[in-house]
């Protein structure tokens, strides 16, 4: 009886345990993990940051992960990066990227298609509209207007969200120039839906989340209740605030899922080279497009991509929503990724996400 006693308050201590927000640290990289945690307790300090989750992985093993400040100000709720969820904005078009991806390496989607061959109810416009050219911002579809941002509004269908936009005039004619767009993913996600037989949402989940081991990446719902969900700020007059309410269903393709640093390292580690994806298929999504006039866009179907202020190639993606900035960066050559979240409203970052990565490319 004493031993079952023990063991069950053995197992409770460590269950406890596994609730806090201590770091992850490998001794492999003392240095490089020291000179980045102060760079990023500076950042918080100077851009007053409520709180912020940081993981790093090397080589596909996760070597730091820590969270700094708080997931909630007024119950002093530390950071945990492995169990917090933050708005991950638009690093949900990388993942939305992915599921398009595997439609695509599967022969169930033409990139180069109208988009009415998968979405017939959105209104043709002056020229056609293929899904490349909405996943690399070239369509010519517009972004938020005015107070859409804001959105309070809940949307029970992906088709529902096109309402937002679908009879507007395009910007210009598709390929001639790069425009950045979310709602283009929102079409994107109708597509697809017509593509794969079965909803968006559940179609992430079953090809994309589960399969990478994403058990903590999610649509947003706000008639849920997320234990683990991070409150949401924004800095007025240098005080802290918090975000009014805002629906994300009008967007989820594009910036509504909510992850957890660890998450997304796994997803970028996902995406290191080909491997979930095949060599044709990782090349088409990660590599840049150009326009009509040749000039490079710096970013591929989901992806940016570009060099670091020391010639490294990288990609990934930010992001930013109500409450929260976020950043993924993967260094395919180093075999590097990078995961900061912030919850705040348009959070200055100053580059974090790269001199966090300089301290373990130059080690």
């Not at 949900?92 to 109810?121: C, E, F, N």
């Not at 919850?343 to 966090?356: C, E, G, K, T, V």
Request: glycine fraction near 8%; hydrophobic fraction near 35%.
């Amino acid at each position: 009886m004493t031993r079952n006693y023990l063991l069950v308050l053995l197992l409770l201590i460590s269950s406890l345990a596994c609730k806090t927000n201590r770091p992850l640290t490998d001794p492999n990289y003392q240095t490089a993990i020291a000179q980045a945690r102060k760079l990023v307790q500076d950042t918080r300090r100077d851009s007053h940051f409520p709180g912020i989750a940081v993981a790093v992985s090397v080589k596909g093993k996760l070597v730091w992960s820590e969270g700094f400040g708080f997931a909630d100000i007024a119950e002093q709720e530390q950071i945990d990066p492995d169990r917090h969820l933050f708005r991950i904005g638009s690093i949900s078009k990388p993942l939305t990227a992915t599921g398009l991806a595997l439609l695509y390496q599967q022969g169930k989607i033409d990139l180069d298609a109208p988009i009415q061959t998968y979405v017939p109810s959105f209104p043709e416009k002056e020229y056609p509209i293929s899904l490349r050219q909405l996943g690399g911002h070239l369509a010519g579809i517009r972004h938020y207007n005015g107070t859409e941002f804001l959105s309070d509004k809940k949307y029970e269908t992906v088709l529902e969200g096109l309402d937002i936009f679908q009879d507007d005039p395009l910007l210009h004619e598709p390929g001639s120039k790069y425009a950045y767009s979310s709602y283009g993913w929102n079409l994107i996600s109708a597509a697809m839906e017509t593509a794969a037989g079965e909803d968006f949402l559940s179609y992430m989940e079953e090809k994309v989340f589960d399969p990478l081991d994403l058990e903590h990446t999610f649509a947003e719902h706000m008639d849920q209740t997320y234990e683990d969900r991070v409150s949401f700020y924004e800095l007025k007059n240098d005080q802290l605030e918090l975000s009014p309410y805002v629906d994300n269903s009008y967007k989820w393709a594009g910036g509504g899922f909510i992850s957890t640093a660890e998450d997304m390292i796994r997803f970028g580690n996902a995406h290191m080279h080909p491997g979930f994806l095949n060599e044709e298929t990782w090349l088409t999504f990660t590599r840049s497009q150009t326009d009509n006039n040749g000039k490079m866009t710096n970013y591929g179907i989901g992806w940016r991509s570009g060099e670091d202020n020391k010639d490294r190639e990288w990609f990934g993606h930010s992001g930013g929503s109500v409450g929260g900035t976020s950043f993924l960066a993967i260094y395919p050559e180093q075999e590097i990724v990078v995961v900061t979240l912030v919850n705040l409203s348009s959070a200055r970052l100053n580059n974090l996400p790269f001199r966090i990565a300089n301290q373990f490319l130059t080690q």
